[in-house]
């Protein structure tokens, strides 16, 4: 029977599926792998099935499960299209994505406001990327993305080209870090001579830039991402679902 850990003092659904979640953010389970029956998942926990569908289907509606008629119980996939295009758009085809480029790659101390962010100790080691994003030629957007260290270390040494226009698959696959949520906040400043030499505007032109923090299937942030864009026919797009 598997043990439950945290705090005995919360209803038992609730120490169950903690306990799911923390399986399912340590890839027990992958997405094309349905997790066991509701039987035997009651049996390994020592629950009722009735209570154990309770879970299960607290878990889809949070959207961590998907629950098919006929095939199971699945550890839900995000859509990292449509995520990309609902988190950030810049008035272009909303089916269209932008081409990258990794500037560079490089681990650094956490400045202050990243350690916050991130919630690491001040100076913890992170992965700092570099990265160009270009619309049909025309440079768009310079970001830089701040990923905490050990999490992301198959990520250290990756060259530049074998880096995916979506980094969001790329944490899964890589580095076993699934992305379900993100927020974000939206700045106007005026333009850095790094902006306007990029972006071919001028210094002091404002610049829309936009603060991420992007959470795994735990609620943990793994990923602070600073985004930057001329102000000027900027368009931005939330669908909240």
């Keep these: 029977m598997t043990q439950l850990s945290g705090d005995a003092r919360l209803p038992l659904h609730v120490l169950v599926s903690d306990d799911l979640k923390r399986r399912m953010a340590e890839g027990e389970w992958d997405p094309e792998t349905p997790l066991p029956p509701e039987r035997r998942l009651a049996d390994e926990y020592g629950i009722s099935i009735g209570t154990m569908r309770r879970v299960l289907n607290e878990l889809a509606v949070e959207g961590f499960l998907v629950r098919e008629q006929g095939r199971g119980t699945f550890v839900r996939r995000v859509d990292f299209t449509s995520s990309f295009t609902r988190f950030f758009r810049h008035g ?3 089916g269209s994505l932008p081409e990258s480029r990794i500037i560079s790659t490089e681990v650094r101390p956490a400045a202050t406001e990243v350690a916050a962010a991130l919630e690491l100790d001040d100076h913890a080691q992170v992965l700092v990327i570099d990265r160009h994003r270009i619309f049909e030629g025309t ?5 830089t993305i701040h990923l905490p260290l050990p999490r ?26 699934t992305i379900t949520s993100a927020s974000e906040v939206l700045h106007i400043d005026p333009a850095t001579e790094q902006d306007a030499e990029f972006l071919g505007i001028d210094a002091a032109d404002p610049v829309v830039r936009i603060e991420r923090i992007a959470r795994n299937l735990l609620g943990s942030p793994v990923e602070y991402r600073t ?13 909240i679902k």
């Design 227 to 239: 985004s930057r864009g001329h102000a000027l026919g900027f368009t931005y797009r939330l669908d």
């Design 139 to 143: 440079p768009r957007l310079l970001e």
């Design 92 to 94: 272009e085809d909303p």
């Design 152 to 177: 992301f270390e198959s990520l250290v040494d990756l060259p530049a080209a074998e880096f995916e226009p979506l980094l969001y698959p790329m944490y899964e696959t890589r580095c076993g870090e």
